[in-house]
């Protein structure tokens, strides 16, 4: 019988048509003759899914079901397909925990937890897997004096919301005078704003997920943007170059590839995951920047580049990270 899965789209942030992107290329690579696909649209408003005709039926929050004319519709597994709160910050995932619907992401903890940048650089920090740059955080509503921060760390530095993605928000400061602009700008996306030293070098990011209990880690990407850093434009509207897999030497490979599984088994990731890393220029060690729980999925997007580099198609990934969330379900 086939498996009835909830593609889970939308989200409360500026992230929200990008999830509908990924959604579209998740469903289209989920193997019909395996698995009922049905999208579910969240936004804070409502939570819906969109019959053939257009009629908007509501999920019942009780069970997450529902109510067809054909009959109740209760889900075998969510695919969470959301960027952003709620998706990609644990608030759906500890919901799916307590009405016991297993779903396709890290669970509420770990979602958490790396999508708080500075909480995620502190923790893997204190595992001593990879270098983390030096970072001061600020709250909205605490007292910052512009003039210590200048004397934690040196100049040029990034400006970033701590709880986005996409790149909403940041900016690249090198100079005092920019410095509280790119702080108002990050306040905007987010009440706390995470200012980090710039690390020059190349960036690196790969692809990692766990089948069976086995870690496996996707061919990296190259990042090369022709604007000042990986902006939204250069994620989302083509403003970059993306070299997969990434010409780089065999060590550097094999060194990426074992930081990328051990932050993944330490922080106890599951799905696939995204790592964006920084080969330091002048030391040539990688330094670690984020982990994106939910990596953006449209067609062109890095993690679809990088399996297809494999010599997988997307059905089959998708259809095993699937049958992973059973095997773990039927194993409790």
Same mark, same amino acid.
């Given at each position: ?5 909830? @593609? ?16 579209? /290329? ?6 019909? &003759? ?39 519709? /209760? ?37 958490? @937890? /790396?999508?708080?940048?500075? *909480? ?14 030096? &970072? ?61 030293? *710039? ?21 990296? /990407? ?31 490979? &094999? ?21 964006? *890393? ?35 198609? @997307? ?10 969330? *059973? ?6």
């Amino acid at each position: 019988m086939k498996k009835k899965i909830a @593609l889970v789209a939308g989200g409360y942030s500026g992230e929200y048509v990008i999830s509908l992107g990924t959604a579209v /290329t998740i469903e289209k690579n989920l193997d019909a &003759s395996r698995f009922d696909v049905y999208k579910i649209i969240i936004d804070r408003k409502e939570w819906y899914y969109e019959t053939a005709s257009g009629q908007k039926v509501q999920i019942d929050k009780n069970d997450f079901s529902l109510n067809l004319e054909s009959g109740k519709v /209760t889900f075998d597994a969510a695919f969470i397909a959301i960027h952003g709160s709620p998706g990609e910050d644990g608030r759906l995932q500890g919901y799916f925990d307590m009405i016991g619907l297993p779903y396709s992401t890290c669970n509420s903890i770990v979602s958490a @937890l /790396t999508f708080n940048k500075s *909480f995620c650089n502190k923790v893997l920090k204190d595992f001593h897997v990879v270098n983390i740059a030096n &970072s001061v955080v600020l709250y909205r509503h605490v007292p910052y004096s512009l003039g210590a921060i200048m004397e934690s760390l040196k100049l040029p530095v990034f400006v970033k919301p701590n709880e986005s993605g996409s790149s909403l928000g940041v900016s690249k400061v090198t100079s005092p005078e920019q410095l509280m602009g790119a702080i108002e700008k990050s306040f905007a996306e987010d009440n706390q704003v995470l200012i980090e030293e *710039f690390i020059e070098g190349r960036e690196l990011t790969i692809g990692v997920y766990a089948i069976n209990g086995k870690i496996h880690t996707l061919p990296p /990407t190259e990042i090369i943007s022709k604007n000042e850093f990986f902006d939204y434009e250069a994620k989302y509207q083509g403003a970059s170059n993306e070299i997969t897999p990434a010409q780089i030497p065999e060590d550097l490979l &094999s060194q990426l590839n074992r930081k990328a599984e051990n932050i993944y088994l330490h922080l106890n990731c599951k799905g696939v995951v995204r790592m964006d *890393f920084i080969l330091n220029k002048h030391s040539n060690e990688l330094y670690f920047l984020e982990v994106n729980t939910m990596p953006g999925q449209s067609e062109n997007s890095i993690v679809p580049q990088q399996v297809r580099a494999t010599g997988m198609n @997307l059905m089959d990934f998708y259809g095993r990270l699937l049958d992973e969330v *059973f095997r773990v379900k039927g194993s409790r």
